[in-house]
């Protein structure tokens, strides 16, 4: 485990709840149109669940703040501190818009994941792994099935792809339980 669970979350938790909320509102998640804060409430739930701590929850919350909403690293710095604008850092795959081509982009992020430090790839991996439990659970979905692929900007050759070398790149130098859950989830996306 990286963290304890010592002590509760607090205000610099519910802050980042409110700031997640308000900088995400009206957007949804592909396919499903759930809201999107959804998502960051989920990846900050298993960052929980898989003994992260809350500086690393407020990184969940906010993990897609840079590259979905514009927000800037120095104004996360400047609310929730330099560890969790480096967390979100580690993160995001572009902070440019429009962003650039999928798998490009998606390469460049490959190459610093091995990288990074435990503390980084706890919460990218949950990240990770909501999302492709969440296209499990679409594949499985009668009215979403295999038309699930068509919200990617890849293939499902090209997701798999990413998942997979994903995975590979958070266990380099990394052994920890979730990384064990997410390739059981992309063994269960490449099954379908």
């Known amino acids: 485990m990286t963290g304890t669970h010592d002590r509760a979350w607090g205000a610099r938790f519910e802050e980042a709840l409110r700031f997640a909320a308000a900088r995400h509102a009206g957007q949804v998640r592909k396919g499903n149109g759930a809201p999107y804060i959804t998502h960051p409430l989920a990846v900050a739930s298993i960052v929980g669940e898989f003994g992260g701590d809350e500086e690393q929850a407020v990184a969940a919350l906010l993990h897609d703040v840079m590259e979905d909403c514009q927000v800037s690293a120095e104004e996360i710095a400047a609310t929730f501190g330099a560890g969790v604008a480096e967390l979100v850092e580690h993160c995001t795959d572009t902070t440019e818009h429009p962003k650039p081509p999928w798998r490009p982009r998606k ?86």
């Open 107 to 192: 390469e460049a992020h490959l190459a610093k994941l091995a990288g990074l430090p435990a503390r980084a790839k706890l919460v990218i991996a949950a990240d990770k792994l909501h999302n492709a439990l969440a296209t499990v659970r679409d594949l499985d979905r009668p009215s979403v099935g295999p038309v699930v692929w068509s919200r990617f900007r890849a293939g499902r050759d090209e997701v798999l792809w990413y998942y997979r070398a994903a995975h590979a790149a958070l266990a380099t130098d990394w052994e920890h339980e979730i990384v064990r859950e997410l390739g059981r989830a992309v063994a269960e996306l490449e099954k379908r």
